[in-house]
């Protein structure tokens, strides 16, 4: 049988994005995110299985065309509307990610990655807040428009 890329890519999508729902481990604290911790990006901040899951997801959606990034985009921003801080972060982390890797290609994609945006960047965890700003600016700086305004 020869094998289907977007197909298997939207069955592996879901299963990997699930794994974020798994317990962080022993060491690890309770997986959230310290506020205090103004590093670079969130990923510094997430613990070692949801720092792998982010790598898996980024692996997954540059591997994908046009049409397998939008389903991506999309799917990741949904699974960020949980409780979870851990989470939130890894899907934060997971879309500026993307962004970067896709420059002006993840244009295209900012109309519906707004709202998901301004959902959290009014979170009440404050490393959520810090880490959407900055992939805001970072959104920003490569459309060269101030999306702030749509917030």
């Known amino acids: 049988r020869i094998s289907n890329f977007a197909e298997e890519f939207e069955e592996l999508l879901p299963v990997v994005l699930h ?15 310290e506020a205090e911790d103004e590093a670079e990006g969130s ?3 997430l613990d070692p299985l949801a ?9 997954m959606a540059v591997a994908g065309n046009d049409t397998a990034w939008k389903k991506f985009n999309n799917q990741v921003l949904m699974a960020s509307r949980v409780d979870s801080a851990r989470t939130k972060l890894a899907c934060i982390d ?13 244009m295209v994609l900012i109309p519906e990655t707004v709202p998901f945006i301004a959902e959290l960047i009014e979170d009440g965890d404050q490393a959520v807040q810090i880490a959407c700003k900055r992939f805001v600016k970072k959104l920003e ?11």
């Open 94 to 106: 997971t879309c500026a990610r993307l962004a970067n890797h896709l420059k002006e290609d993840y």
């Open 43 to 45: 990923l510094e901040k």
């Open 51 to 59: 720092k792998q899951v982010v790598e898996c997801l980024v692996a």
């Open 141 to 151: 700086e490569t459309s060269g428009e101030d999306i702030s305004s749509y917030l």
């Open 19 to 33: 794994t974020l729902s798994f317990p962080a481990g022993p060491g690890s604290g309770d997986g959230e995110a």
